[in-house]
């Protein structure tokens, strides 16, 4: 974010993700971190709406399978990729409107292996070459 960029929205999220992280298991810790992600996406006006196809703007298939890319949006996932179905990304989408962190991490569980790398993809390109840091930030915490 740049300096003195208020996001009140995107810090209350990060105040709501930090006790997740320190009580939750694994794969809780994992969709609380895909939930914030797509919160931090959407805040700084970054993440294309995830219920239609980008190119198209039809609605997404429930059995479809989709990627998010940088550069195109929301699109039919390459066979040789791990795709989100069109029914989760949907309800990502409907998390996100009604604005509740802990509906957006229980979604984020049913397709958590395909959003990290997708998400770790896109934030990836919008970061440039700087490289986050959550995964030390989770070895600290648990080290804690």
Known sequence: LA?????AGLFDAYAQV???LAQADDAQAQAALRAFELTLLREIGLL???????LTQQPLRAEG????RADAGVIEALDDEAGVPGAVLAALQAALDR???EALQHTCALALPALKSQLRALLHYHLG???LRTRAVMHDL???
């Not at 294309?48 to 980008?54: E, Q």
């Open 142 to 144: 648990r080290t804690l």
């Open 3 to 7: 300096r003195q960029d208020p996001h």
């Open 99 to 101: 604005g509740g962190l």
């Open 65 to 68: 399978h989709y990627a998010m």
């Open 129 to 131: 070459s700087t490289p």
């Open 48 to 54: 294309p709406d995830l219920s239609t196809a980008t």
């Open 18 to 20: 930090l006790p997740m």
